[in-house]
């Protein structure tokens, strides 16, 4: 897509039970770090070396080393506390982000361009969200990979210029429906309208935060 980087973070190993719904890897890479497999499973499809891979999770301590200066964000965690710490980053440094997430046969995703559309917080609005994700309920193979499809797609449409909306997209696969959900800017939204960024400078905020 001719992105000159791409940084690739991921703490985790390959296990067994990704095989089926994490397509880039196989039997052979069982015990690997995820990004580091990434990164050299997309050098041997197309030869580029432009992938540069972060063998642990992202948190308050190395977001900004990782992050800043990034054009977009692609957020594919299975941890609402690091959304949020993306999301203050995000607002905080004006960098757009899209959140995606699968549970089921169900897929959410939305774009996050600080300023321009709400973001994660106008969402949550200080509720204490159940995150929808892998450690709750199986995951459909198929749903992360038509989460992926569609969040690379609206990548691609941001970057050559397009209008993408903020809207939240539930997909559910098995009933092959999309509802696009409004979620406007929330006034009363601490991040980005009252700029409060307490996981950014909180330390607590180390390696994988599934809650
Ligand atoms: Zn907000």
Redesign the pocket.
């Known amino acids: 897509m001719g992105f000159e980087q791409i940084s690739v973070i991921d703490g985790d190993t390959i296990s067994e039970t990704d095989l089926g719904r994490q397509s880039l890897y196989s039997r052979n890479d069982l015990g690997f770090n995820k990004a580091e497999t990434c990164r050299n499973k997309i050098e041997e499809l197309n030869g580029l070396k432009n992938v540069v891979s972060y063998n642990f999770y992202l948190d308050s301590y190395n977001i900004e080393e990782i992050l800043s200066g990034s054009d977009i964000v692609l957020d594919g965690t299975d941890s609402i506390r690091t959304r949020e710490l993306i999301n203050e980053y995000s ?1 905080k440094k004006g960098i757009p982000w899209i959140m995606t997430a699968s549970y089921g046969d169900m897929g959410q995703i939305k774009f996050i361009f600080p300023e321009k559309t ?6 949550i609005n200080g509720r204490n969200l159940i995150p929808m994700n892998c450690h709750y309920d199986s995951v459909e193979p198929y749903a992360p990979q038509g989460v992926s499809v569609l969040s690379t797609s609206m990548i691609a449409s941001f970057l050559s210029g397009k209008q993408v909306s903020g809207d939240l997209m539930f997909i559910e696969f098995g009933k092959m429906s999309v509802e696009r959900i409004r979620i406007d ?2 006034p009363g ?1 601490s ?3 009252g700029h409060e960024y307490p996981l950014l400078e909180d330390k607590k905020i180390k390696g994988r935060q599934i809650y």
């Open positions: 607002v709400s973001c994660l917080g106008c969402m800017i929330n939204c991040v980005c309208a």
